[in-house]
């Protein structure tokens, strides 16, 4: 572990800086000259296998680093005007990349991101939302038959592919039917109570479940075995004081053990990161040496080491351990970044 942090933050308040901060061990945050001040990074992606090589997915395109960070590349996917939200690499073909955007679109390159092509991905707006188009927030694979894929809108639910991202659908009628629990009903932008269940945010799988996948939504976390036809509720509430959830991970080498933030809403004075070590049964607070002070909107781990986590807040407010949680290391934006979206560790 080079216990090197890239952290993206966005344009959210007039001059702020929404690009990408580095922190060096032992150094300051700096700002990363070469992705633009108005990007607006909402993900970052450490290649899995080329250690050097780093993604970070934009409201103002896809960048590369095949430097361990040094320096980043814009990346021509495409000439539309889209932003995008998420970038995977595919988990057996190292070369096979996936990039989602909004309006809800994936695009597809096959080598390492210099050549992309536009996938099959119509999903019609569900909602009439205030802030524009839904957007893919990230894609999973399944973990042993990874032609299947599995992608989440922003308040347009579930999408799957079962022929390697080449054509996507959407699946509702899990959603839908979880919708009509009166705990599960919520609406903010619209006047439509299952608005709560298709504000997905992220979705991930583990070798321990193959089948399973776990969907995460401003309710919670949600678990489908049948790709998204029907969901069980986790229960998050039972264990957290608050369920608002923006980004679920599985531990490197440890397959049953998850990670997952939560907090009270979009904005707010509070989240925290929990840790289950039974792919959701239970949870327990992993980060209960800190204090986030505002909604915790991702977090990062290593990709090869299961001791390194990093968090993020609204606020600034960044979190590290390089330890497994038994010690935690919070070092605070600059004053001109803008709200903190995503992190990695390296």
């Not at 022929?163 to 009903?185: C, I, M, Q, T």
């Not at 989240?271 to 039974?278: E, I, R, T």
């Not at 327990?284 to 909107?297: F, G, H, I, K, L």
């Not at 960044?318 to 970044?337: I, M, R, Y």
Request: charged letters at 25%.
């Amino acid at each position: 572990m080079r216990k090197l942090m890239l952290v993206g933050t966005a344009t959210t308040r007039p001059e702020a800086i929404g690009s990408m901060f580095k922190l060096e061990p032992g150094g300051e945050w700096q700002h990363v000259s070469d992705i633009p001040v108005d990007a607006s990074v909402q993900a970052i992606t450490p290649h899995p296998t080329r250690e050097n090589v780093i993604y970070a997915a934009a409201r103002k395109g896809v960048f590369r680093s095949t430097d361990g960070g040094a320096s980043w590349h814009r990346l021509n996917v495409t000439d539309e005007n889209v932003q995008f939200w998420t970038i995977v690499v595919h988990p057996q073909k190292p070369d096979v990349l996936f990039a989602g955007s909004g309006p809800v679109g994936v695009y597809r390159s096959d080598d390492g991101g210099d050549t992309w092509r536009k996938c099959n991905a119509h999903h019609p707006e569900r909602f009439k939302i205030s802030f524009g188009n839904s957007r893919v927030m990230r894609i999973a694979f399944h973990p042993t038959k990874p032609s299947t894929m599995y992608a989440v809108a922003e308040i347009n639910g579930f999408l799957v592919s079962e022929d390697e991202g080449e054509n996507w659908r959407g699946v509702e009628d899990g959603l839908v039917a979880l919708s009509k629990e009166p705990h599960l009903k919520s609406k903010i932008e619209t006047d439509d109570d299952a608005e709560g269940m298709f504000d997905a945010h992220s979705v991930c799988t583990t070798t321990a479940a193959p089948d399973s996948l776990f969907y995460i939504c401003r309710l919670g976390i949600f678990e489908s075995k049948d790709k998204g036809k029907t969901f069980r509720d986790l229960e998050v509430g039972k264990h957290a004081p608050f369920q608002y959830a923006r980004e679920c991970r599985i531990v490197y080498g440890s397959p049953e053990k998850m990670y997952a933030c939560f907090s009270i809403s979009s904005r707010s004075a509070a989240g925290a990161l929990y840790v289950s070590d039974d792919l959701g049964k239970s949870w327990s607070r992993a980060d209960s040496q800190v204090e986030p002070r505002s909604t915790m909107m991702g977090f990062g781990t290593h990709v090869s080491d299961p001791d390194g986590v990093i968090t993020v807040t609204r606020g600034g407010q960044v979190f590290f351990t390089t330890d497994g949680s038994k010690s935690w290391t919070e070092k605070q934006l600059p004053a001109n970044a803008g709200d903190a979206f995503c992190g990695a560790i390296l």
